[in-house]
């Protein structure tokens, strides 16, 4: 076959030699092997997101199915009831948890923020960096370590358990999750309202306390009650230190109750009224931790325009 | 003015004229004592850190003189005679913690890879709050879960399924019977409880990694995972890594869940179906019951490995991390 103009045969047009043809296919199989490659990773990213939130849900609808029918108001009204006795509830144990995440506040919150009030105006220093280093081990440090830390300060000096020693093991968990949490809100605050506020000649300590703690505070507010969901739900630390009791207490020398040390003997426990009431305790401490987390991403979100943490 | 300006001194901008001076004067006075406070504060943190060192090694003390380095290695643990080796509990500390990680690892970097690059807008958010949730959970609901849905479904169904249908059964790591609580229950409720630190610390590290680096890989024709695999994955490795020793570090010393299911023995086995212990889980199981001081400070000691084991790892994990998705200096 020739071209009709010149008559000569076409140069470098169809009939492929066998080498071409062998490499254009092995072209279009590494594309279609890059794109199968493709789809299969993308899809098992689909895959694991859908297999890390089922957990959740499982365990939800599980709480909810066993807990709620041991849900009444003689939850929240009684006390434990021996074994074999139907009834009783928890009240002792919830007011035990507020008494002892109340103490842990107390410490935690002073020492959390004013950590992170100098982490934020000092952020460059050296001692900044330190600080921010050991607060992020800190924060890593298991629970039951703390627990051991408070129980060798507070307990074996004493001689007892007391609600003292269960707040401050849980307050000093608190510490740097409040500190992290107040750097970050206050490094969102503008400089600009720090510098308006210097040069109309505050002092830079009210500047800070009243101005830039101010505008932040919606956000700390959010991290410190995150930082208390988190220590409410504690258990390990409190196996020496709060220990647990059976009956009305609100001393903070003595044991005290906490509910998920209650839910904790109730569960190992080999009873099944024990067992519908650790279901009921669980779905309680739960609740109190979605709506704490909920409430706080919706505010953090509406203040900040930031949808992630 | 930055904030380090500003940091610098308690005389920022020009000198105060002479009829506001007293009221500087004042000012001086309140930023010097605000100052102090505010450093106190921060010197709490390395002060409760030495003071939880110091409190942990006090604790574990007469152990380590008692036994010395047989503490570590020895499998004995005897309360009556009063001989105690931790290594049952070390081995299934470590083991169950390496069991989550195998399972929660690939996960949590398929979800971290899911939010930041593949997943559509409206869905990102709930995805999102969903995982981070997980860590919102408290371990003693954990266990509860684990004790009463997790153990019999592992009893039921994924032993026998494992054992049996996929012949796994001769080897030494699913062999032996299957009574539920074991190793293998440990390890899955541990993975499930660390997958939402191991994830969030990938995303903040993938987020971190520069945009020219993805254009760059799709400019040249990758595919998008390609260009995950090829230009984003290998930026943010030593981050990731880190992400995963930060669940390392949770993982080894979580407590609650891990007493509640993996059965509570002093046993050293290969096979992931046999009950074990971790160091945590021996504190809380044995430490109401602990009679003797010995036995106490056995305990402690087991609390002191555990202390240095996390402190160690942690300490790793922040490194790589910052390293990466910060910097030392914050933001």
């Not at chain 2, 970097?109 to 408290?138: K, N, T, Y």
Request: aromatic share 8%.
């Amino acid at each position: 076959m020739s071209s009709p103009a010149t008559g000569l045969p076409p140069r470098a047009r169809p009939h492929p030699s066998g080498h071409q043809r062998a490499f254009a296919e092995r072209t279009v199989r590494t594309i279609r092997r890059r794109r199968v490659v493709n789809v299969v990773m993308m899809g098992f990213t689909y895959l694991a997101a859908a297999v890390a939130t089922l957990p959740l849900l499982f365990i939800l609808f599980h709480l909810l199915r066993e807990g709620a029918s041991s849900l009444g108001p003689d939850f929240f009204t009684s006390t434990p009831r021996p074994v074999g006795e139907a009834g009783g509830g928890m009240a002792n144990a919830i007011v035990g948890t507020l008494l002892v995440v109340g103490i842990a506040a107390a410490v935690g919150l002073p020492v959390g923020v004013g950590a992170g009030l100098y982490l934020a105006e000092h952020r460059g220093t050296r001692l900044a960096w330190v600080v921010r280093f050991l607060s992020d081990v800190l924060n890593g440090l298991p629970s039951i370590v703390l627990g051991i830390f408070a129980w060798d300060l507070l307990v074996r000096p004493f001689g007892h358990f007391s609600a003292l020693a269960g707040g401050v093991a849980l307050g000093a968990i608190m510490v740097p999750l409040v500190t992290r949490a107040t750097e970050e809100m206050i490094s969102l605050v503008p400089g600009s309202l720090r510098e308006a506020a210097l040069a109309l000649g505050y002092p830079r300590w009210r500047t800070s306390l009243t101005i830039v703690l101010r505008t932040a505070l919606p956000g700390i507010v959010t991290g410190a009650l995150v930082a208390v969901a988190r220590v409410a739900g504690e258990t390990a630390p409190l196996l020496f230190t709060a220990f647990g009791n059976q009956f009305w207490s609100t001393s903070v020398t003595q044991p005290i109750a906490a509910l998920p040390l209650q839910i904790f003997t109730y569960a190992i426990s080999p009873y099944d009224e024990w067992h519908a009431q650790a279901w009921a305790g669980a779905l309680v401490l739960i609740a109190i931790v979605l709506v704490i987390s909920v409430v706080s991403r919706y505010v953090t979100r509406a203040r900040f325009g930031t949808g992630s943490d | 003015m930055t904030d380090a300006a500003l940091a610098g001194g308690v005389h920022a901008g020009p000198e105060p004229a002479p009829a506001d001076a007293a009221r500087m004067g004042g000012a001086a006075i309140g930023d010097r004592a605000y100052q102090l406070a505010i450093l106190i504060f921060a010197l709490c943190i390395p002060l409760l850190l030495a003071a939880i060192a110091g409190a942990v090694a006090s604790a574990g003390w007469p152990a380590f003189r008692e036994f010395g380095g047989s503490f570590l290695t020895s499998s004995r643990w005897d309360a009556v005679n009063g001989e105690f080796g931790a290594a049952p509990a070390i081995f299934g500390t470590l083991v169950s913690s390496v069991v989550a990680l195998l399972i929660a690892t690939p996960l949590a970097i398929g979800v971290a890879i899911f939010l930041s690059e593949f997943a559509p807008p409206w869905l990102r958010q709930p995805v999102a709050f969903l995982v981070d949730l997980l860590a919102a959970v408290p371990s003693v609901v954990y266990g509860l879960w684990g004790i009463f849905v997790l153990v019999p479904i592992l009893r039921e169904h994924v032993m026998p399924f494992l054992a049996g249908t996929l012949g796994l059964g001769g080897t030494p790591l699913f062999s032996g019977p299957a009574y539920g609580p074991s190793m293998l229950a440990a390890g899955l409720l541990l993975a499930i409880m660390v997958l939402p630190y191991v994830s969030a610390v990938t995303r903040e590290v993938l987020l971190a990694v520069p945009r020219s680096q993805r254009e760059a890989a799709l400019a040249l024709g990758a595919t998008r995972w390609e260009m995950i695999w090829d230009a984003v994955l290998p930026y943010a490795r030593s981050g990731i890594v880190g992400g995963i020793i930060l669940g390392l570090g949770r993982a080894l010393g979580e407590t609650m869940a891990v007493t509640m299911v993996i059965g509570n023995r002093h046993e050293l086995s290969a096979s992931l179906f046999a009950p074990g212990y971790t160091l945590a889980s021996l504190i809380a199981n044995e430490f109401s019951e602990a009679t003797g001081d010995l036995h106490v400070a056995a305990l402690m000691a087991a609390g002191t490995t555990l202390f240095a084991l996390t402190l160690i790892v942690n300490a790793i994990a922040r490194w790589l991390v910052w390293r990466v998705a910060r910097g030392p200096v914050g933001r």
